[in-house]
């Protein structure tokens, strides 16, 4: 079966730091990623998607990037971390080929920024 | 544009109640997917249910059940005798032809708490 994994759990940054968080599927091949951020007290807002390795569309301008090093491999960077990045960050992946598939996330990284 | 609206942000009923969460969407597409996910304190998102735009059929799963509306642009979800394991935010999501592969466009959910 197919599992997907997030870490850290939880991160407290200083701002200005670099940022790296880490998402890992496992069970299937040549998944759709995403990167979702969801604001406290707000719904999920899609920032990243990858359709392949070294394949990745940004949905909305802003601090952060992504990479896919591996198939199955979904990292999120930041060089300098701002306060607003603060937030809950959830990955998730969904078949390749199939985008009305549903989505299956990851436990999440909760991200402070001080 | 895709919109979808999550109109009730937060619920409070007591145990065995029944609860309705509301969703209604805009899409110029004929073509759409429909969602609902649960996201209990944890924080993890679970999917629960998927529904395309030409079915709408009702459906019902245990205690959950569903209620697609075409006239209405509306995908209603209903618990029926709630219980205290029900509590999370509830987000209704929407997938289109103007989505970015697959992307799902997220209502701002509805946080249901179930008292004992």
């Known amino acids: 079966s197919q599992t997907i994994h997030q870490w850290p759990a939880t991160l407290v940054q200083p701002v200005g730091s670099p940022l790296s968080l880490e998402c890992t599927v496992e069970?299937?091949?040549?998944?759709?990623l995403y990167w979702y951020r969801q604001a406290a007290g707000r719904g999920l807002q899609l920032l990243f998607y990858s359709v392949g390795i070294g394949q990745i569309s940004s949905e909305v301008p802003q601090n952060l990037s992504a990479s896919r090093p591996q198939d199955r491999q979904f990292i999120l960077s930041s060089k300098k971390l701002l306060l607003s990045d603060s937030g809950f960050y959830l990955c998730?992946?969904?078949?390749?080929?199939?985008?009305?598939?549903?989505?299956?996330f990851g436990p999440g990284t909760r991200l402070t920024v001080l | 544009a895709q919109k979808v609206t999550q109109a009730q942000t937060e619920i409070s009923v007591v145990e065995k109640e029944d609860v309705t969460l509301d969703c209604v969407y805009e899409?110029?597409?004929?073509?759409?997917?429909l969602f609902w996910y649960k996201q209990p304190p944890s924080g993890e998102l679970v999917f629960l249910i998927r529904r395309n735009s030409f079915d709408e059929q009702n459906e019902i799963s245990g205690r959950y059940s569903w209620n697609f509306q075409k006239s209405t642009s509306s995908f209603n979800f209903t618990i029926t005798a709630s219980q205290v394991v029900d509590s999370a935010v509830y987000f209704c999501?929407?997938?289109?032809?103007?989505?970015?592969?697959?992307?799902?466009?997220f209502g701002k959910g509805t946080k249901l708490s179930v008292k004992p």
């Open positions: 069970g299937t091949s040549n998944p759709n």
């Open positions: 998730a992946w969904t078949a390749d080929g199939a985008p009305y598939n549903e989505q299956f």
């Open positions: 999501a929407l997938s289109d032809l103007g989505g970015s592969q697959g992307n799902l466009i």
């Open positions: 899409t110029r597409d004929t073509t759409y997917y």
